[in-house]
């Protein structure tokens, strides 16, 4: 299996990196390489403008803006129930603000604003 999916890898070299003085609206999960965890990242890369790097040991999951997580389509493709409990579970760690809509929908939010309708 190769190291990415979608439109590359997320890390450059040093020299390569741009700083600037702009807002990120990137949001992204990184998770335990796990069954769960796969079929996370199998069903996130069908989905438009999400990009899966697989590591040795763990899985980052990186979008645009927002980020839909649906609970029913993670359990169908993982064989049994999954819940935004187990979800966070899955998850190491996340950047952008988590917001669980309901029991079947945790977004990921990288445009702040567009977050605080959930505050």
């Known amino acids: 299996m190769s190291a990415t999916t979608n439109?590359?890898?997320?890390?450059?070299?040093f020299k390569d990196l741009a700083f600037e003085?702009?807002?990120s609206h990137q949001c992204g999960v990184t998770m335990n390489d796990s069954v769960e965890a796969r079929a996370i990242a199998e069903l996130m890369a069908t989905k438009p403008?999400?990009?899966?790097?697989?590591?040795?040991?763990?899985?980052r999951i990186d979008g645009e803006g927002r980020i839909e997580f649906k609970m029913d389509e993670i359990a169908e493709t993982l064989g049994r129930e999954m819940t935004p409990h187990i979800f966070e579970i899955s998850?190491?760690?996340h950047?952008?603000?988590m917001?669980?809509?309901?029991?079947n929908t945790v977004v990921l939010f990288g445009n702040m604003e567009e977050a605080m309708q959930y505050e």
């Open 49 to 59: 403008g999400i990009r899966v790097t697989y590591m040795p040991a763990m899985i």
């Open 7 to 13: 439109s590359g890898s997320i890390f450059k070299a």
């Open 21 to 23: 003085e702009t807002v």
């Open 99 to 103: 917001v669980m809509v309901d029991e």
């Open 95 to 97: 950047y952008g603000r």
């Open 91 to 93: 998850t190491s760690t």
